[in-house]
């Protein structure tokens, strides 16, 4: 057994206990450790865990062996998956992973190749995660679950949902939002009298699994860069076009992920503008205000050579995000993108490598891109998790 394959094996078992602790932390709502009165875990936990370590780990490893063996096929050298093991304690909950990759250890000078290799991740995860939710809807457990995690809801009965969401502490609810795929499993496929409100789903680790599944698979499906939906994008419509869309796309999806986090109010009291000096406040706010504008310019850095595009982009960026939060005051993104944003600007890259081969794609495989992008759609949601 040689030295990478050794490390392959041991990342991917420590990812597997990682999600597993994490993924019972998010099951009981506790951390592993005993503080004073507070009870942690062990391994009656541990063991349930597993509900949601082994479908979540497993969506991941059938996506990127989709990869692997298309690649394999088209006689592209890649790596197995590295496994990326992440979990923080009692410092704060995670999903136990930061994924998982393959490395292609050579270059694709062909669109069919690039458009084969990324879209067979992503479609077979997709399938697989449609499978974990279709069996975790129909397989929810007794509406009376719920009382094991959190006893205190039984002096409210099956009601407690009524009664709960005004107790909860506030800015420590995390709701898990819809997709569409998800809404129709809530609507179509789950039994009404089982299905849980948005504040406890985590609570069910089938469905948990099968959401972020769906997630993960939309992130990699965005049409840009060397994410798999820009390899898709890239082979459907060519070099040029590419060139095009792909920083059109990137722009927006920076511009929907930082919308509300600043607004017109936020710069005005009793509706007259704040000037410069007049509070403290407003120069905490100013500087708040600065800083993002920085933290966008550096998202935007690899879009263009031209410093003076590049800050042009941003300023058009934050005065559109401004001008629709005063037209539409309860307009809000998600911050959270704002990071992937970063990363993708920043690292991973807006623009997709040239390859020498443009062969135009069949009909066939052209289906299977326009039907990957509706996939991304199905599995998209503007508003993931959310704190309440």
Not at 39 to 57: D, I, R, T, V, Y
Not at 158 to 175: D, H, I, Q, S, T
Not at 337 to 358: A, I, K, M, N
Request: aromatic share 18%.
């Amino acid at each position: 057994m040689n030295r990478r394959l050794l490390l392959q094996i041991i990342l991917f078992v420590i990812t597997l206990i990682t999600t597993t602790l994490s993924g019972a932390e998010w099951m009981f709502g506790r951390t592993w450790f005993t503080v004073g009165a507070y009870k942690g875990m062990g391994w009656p936990e541990f063991w349930a865990g597993l509900n949601f370590s082994l479908p979540f780990l497993a969506t991941l490893t059938v996506h990127e062996f989709g990869h692997y063996f298309v690649a394999r096929a088209n006689n592209v050298r890649v790596t197995l998956p590295y496994y990326i093991p992440l979990w923080l304690g009692g410092l704060g909950q995670a999903i136990g992973t930061m994924g998982a990759f393959i490395r292609i250890e050579e270059l694709i000078n062909s669109r069919r190749k690039y458009f084969d290799i990324g879209i067979a991740g992503p479609l077979a995860g997709f399938a697989l995660a449609v499978l974990i939710l279709w069996y975790g809807f129909t397989h929810l457990p007794p509406a009376d679950y719920i009382f094991t995690i959190h006893p205190e809801y039984k002096k409210w009965g099956l009601r407690y949902a009524e009664f709960a969401a005004l107790n909860l502490p506030k800015g420590a609810v995390l709701v898990i939002g819809d997709n569409v795929l998800f809404w129709f499993f809530k609507t179509y496929v789950a039994d009404p009298a089982l299905l849980p409100p948005a504040f406890e789903i985590m609570h069910y680790p089938y469905l948990l699994a099968g959401y972020l599944a769906l997630f993960f698979t939309a992130l990699n499906l965005i049409p840009i860069g060397q994410l798999d939906g820009g390899h898709v994008l890239y082979a459907l419509i060519g070099s040029r076009r590419f060139r095009v869309v792909a920083p059109v796309l990137f722009v927006a999806f920076v511009f929907y992920a930082g919308l509300g986090t600043f607004n017109v109010d936020e710069f005005q009291v009793d509706g007259r503008p704040v000037f410069m000096g007049r509070s403290e406040a407003f120069w905490s706010l100013f500087g708040n205000f600065a800083l993002y504008v920085f933290f966008l310019s550096l998202c935007f850095s690899r879009i263009t050579e031209n410093t003076l595009t590049k800050w042009l982009i941003t300023l058009s960026v934050v005065v559109g995000q401004f001008a629709v939060s005063y037209l539409f005051p309860t307009a809000q993104g998600y911050s959270g993108f704002l990071v992937f944003s970063f990363l993708l600007g920043r690292f991973l890259g807006v623009y997709h490598p040239e390859t020498d081969l443009q062969e135009p794609l069949d009909t066939k495989r052209k289906v299977l891109g326009w039907l990957a992008l509706v996939i991304f759609v199905l599995c998209f949601s503007p508003q993931p998790f959310m704190v309440l």
